[in-house]
């Protein structure tokens, strides 16, 4: 089964093939597609891992992270 993930990245439409082999999320691929340097991002999300153990906190604190990155309309699609 194919996963290719669509987005858009500074207003242009992409998309990406992905593997679960190569990346540990979604998240990670799309900033090594694009270059974007991850290291802050992550040293916060272990400490929010460390703070709560409430999963919603860490998806919300993903999602508007990487729209403040550029990123937008974020969806997996999978190929049977």
């Known amino acids: 089964m194919a996963i290719t993930i669509t987005y858009s990245y ?40 460390a703070l709560t153990r409430d999963k919603q906190a860490l998806k919300d604190y993903r999602e508007k992270e990487f729209a403040r990155l550029g990123f937008a309309d974020i969806q997996v699609t999978r190929e049977s």
């Open 10 to 49: 500074l207003g242009q439409a992409r998309s990406l093939p992905y593997a679960n082999d190569k990346y540990h999320d979604i998240y990670e691929a799309l900033a090594k597609a694009e270059g974007v340097d991850l290291s802050a991002f992550l040293a916060m999300e272990h400490q929010l891992r």
